[in-house]
C-alpha cells in the first residue's frame, strides 16, 4: 500500500530540509514551517543510514508499528477495541501511509500513558518522553504544555503537603521549562508563514471521532452538540478532579484549532489524545466510552479501507509523473519556474535545485520565497526571465491566452484524499515553450 503512495508537497518539502540542510542549519530555519525538528532529525539519521526517498514511507511505518504494538500490548482496553483501533483511519492511514512528523504520536503518546502513574519514580525517563513529544510537532507540543502544568499542579500540592523539595525533579522540571522556551522561540512562525482557519471549527468533535461530513455544517454542529452533552453528562459522574484534567490535557489544542489553524488531518491528535485521557483516567472499563469507541472504529476503518482504495488506485499527487517526464525529455537542464510551495513535492526526484527562482534551495523556503514567486505569472514575466518551462497548479494563478501561444502544456491528475472524497486539487500541468517541445516535435 505505502509504495503506491505518491508523496506530496508536505512529505517532500520536509525530506528536503532534513537533506539538505545542517542540524544547525534545521534548527535556525525550522520555525519558518511552524513546526519543532524532531521529525527532521529522525528522516536525516534515516537517509545517513542509505534511506532513499523512493523508501521514505519506512520511517512512518516503523514508528506506527511500534505505536500500535505499545497499543495492543500495554494498553487495556477490550479485546475487540485493541482488535479495531490499530485499523481506525487515523492510525492506519493518515498517520502511517501519509509520511509526515504525526508518526510519532500513537508511540511517544502511548509512552507517556504506560509511564503516567510512575512519573514521579521514573521521572528522568518521563522527562525525556516529554521533550520528545514537545519537539515533535505543534499539537503535541501543546500536549507536552498540558501534561507539563498537571506536573507542577502535582508537585505543588505536594510541597505544600510535605513542605519537601525533591532536587531531581526540580532539575527534571527546570530543564522542561527551558526546553519549551526555546521550542516556543525557534518554532514560532514568521509572517509569511502564519496561517488562519477559513472559518470557526466548532465540529472538530464530529470530525475527530465520528466522520468529517465534510459538506454538511448543520449536521456537523448537531453532532458536536451531542457529543459535548455526551462527555458533560459523563464526567459528571466521574467526578469533577477528572473532567479539570481532562480539559486541562485536551483543551489548548482544541482552542488553537479553533482559533489558529487547523486541518482535517489534525484532528486525529485529538482522538489520539482522547485515547491518552481514557487510559491514564482508567476508564477503558467504561460502557459509555466503548459504545462510543466501537462506533468510532467501525466508521472509521470503512474510512480507512475507502482511502486506501483510492490512494492505491489514483494518484495522490503526480510529483513522480512529472519528475519522470521532466527526465524522459532530458527538461532538467532548462531554466525552470517553480511557482509557490508546491512545486517542491518534484525537487526531492532531483539531486541539484530544480527551479532557478527556489534561490539555490530544493525545498520552498519560505521567508524568500514569499516574497520573489508569489507575482502574478505574466508572458512577459516570463519572457524577461527567459523560461523556458514552468510547473503550473491551477488553483495558484490564471494562464493567459498569450501564455499558451508560446508554450505546449501536460496534464498530470492527481488529487488529496481524506476519508470519503477527494480533498485537495493537486493537478499539475507542465508548461513547456514550443520552440524547445521536444515531445511535441518528435
Not at 500513537?106 to 500513558?113: C, Q
Not at 510537532?137 to 504544555?145: M, P, Q, S, T
Not at 522556551?181 to 525557534?186: D, F, K, V
Not at 489553524?261 to 459509555?288: A, C, M, P, R, T
Request: net charge positive.
Amino acid at each position: 500500500m505505502c509504495n503506491r503512495h505518491e508523496y506530496w508537497a508536505d512529505e517532500a518539502n520536509a525530506w528536503l530540509l532534513a537533506q539538505d540542510l545542517s542540524i544547525k542549519d534545521l534548527i535556525l530555519y525550522i520555525h519558518r514551517d511552524g513546526h519543532p525538528i524532531l521529525f527532521h532529525l529522525v528522516i536525516k539519521l534515516f537517509s545517513v543510514f542509505g534511506l532513499k526517498y523512493d523508501h521514505f514511507y519506512i520511517i512512518s511505518i516503523i514508528f506506527s508499528t511500534i505505536g500500535v504494538s505499545l497499543l495492543v500490548i500495554k494498553s487495556k482496553f477490550k479485546w475487540y477495541l485493541k482488535l479495531l483501533l490499530p485499523f481506525t483511519y487515523f492510525i492506519f492511514y493518515q498517520y502511517t501511509v501519509v509520511v509526515r512528523g504525526y508518526c510519532l504520536a500513537l508511540l511517544l503518546i502511548g509512552l507517556i500513558a504506560i509511564l503516567w502513574e510512575k512519573r514521579r519514580e521514573k521521572c528522568v525517563l518521563f522527562t525525556f518522553i516529554l521533550f520528545l513529544l514537545l519537539s515533535s510537532e505543534i499539537y503535541l507540543f501543546l500536549l507536552a504544555g498540558s501534561i507539563y502544568l498537571i506536573m507542577l499542579i502535582d508537585y505543588y500540592k505536594e510541597i505544600k503537603k510535605t513542605k519537601k523539595f525533591d532536587k531531581k525533579y526540580n532539575l527534571c522540571l527546570i530543564f522542561l521549562f527551558l526546553a519549551f522556551l526555546l521550542t516556543t522561540i525557534y518554532v514560532f512562525p514568521r509572517e509569511s508563514n502564519t496561517f488562519n482557519p477559513d472559518t470557526l471549527r466548532t465540529y472538530f468533535l464530529s470530525s475527530s471521532f465520528i466522520t468529517s461530513l465534510k459538506n454538511s455544517d448543520s449536521i456537523k454542529m448537531f453532532m458536536t452538540m451531542l457529543l459535548v452533552v455526551y462527555f458533560t453528562l459523563l464526567y459528571r459522574k466521574l467526578g469533577i478532579k477528572k473532567t479539570i484534567e481532562a480539559l486541562i490535557i485536551i483543551g489548548p489544542i482544541l482552542i488553537f484549532m479553533i482559533f489558529k489553524y487547523s486541518n482535517l488531518w489534525h484532528f486525529g491528535i485529538v482522538f489520539l489524545v482522547f485515547l491518552f485521557i481514557v487510559s491514564i483516567q482508567k476508564l477503558e472499563n467504561n460502557k459509555y466510552i466503548n459504545i462510543l469507541l466501537l462506533i468510532t472504529c467501525i466508521i472509521q476503518i470503512y474510512y480507512s479501507i475507502n482511502t486506501c482504495i483510492y490512494d492505491y488506485n489514483n494518484k495522490y499527487s503526480a510529483s513522480k509523473d512529472v519528475a519522470n517526464f521532466i527526465k524522459k525529455y532530458n527538461y532538467s537542464n532548462l531554466k525552470i519556474y517553480g511557482h509557490t510551495f508546491y512545486s517542491s513535492e518534484i525537487s526531492p526526484y532531483f539531486e541539484n535545485d530544480l527551479y532557478f527562482n527556489y534561490g539555490g534551495y530544493r525545498f520552498y523556503y519560505w521567508d524568500k520565497d514569499a516574497s520573489i514567486n508569489r507575482y502574478r505569472l505574466t508572458y512577459n514575466m516570463l519572457r524577461a526571465n527567459n523560461v523556458e518551462l514552468f510547473i503550473y497548479y491551477p488553483y495558484e494563478f490564471e494562464i493567459t491566452d498569450k501564455i499558451y501561444e508560446n508554450y505546449n502544456f501536460y496534464a498530470f491528475p492527481a488529487s488529496t484524499y481524506f476519508q470519503d472524497d477527494k480533498y485537495e486539487n493537486m493537478n499539475c500541468y507542465v508548461f513547456v515553450r514550443k520552440d524547445i517541445d521536444k515531445k511535441r516535435t518528435r
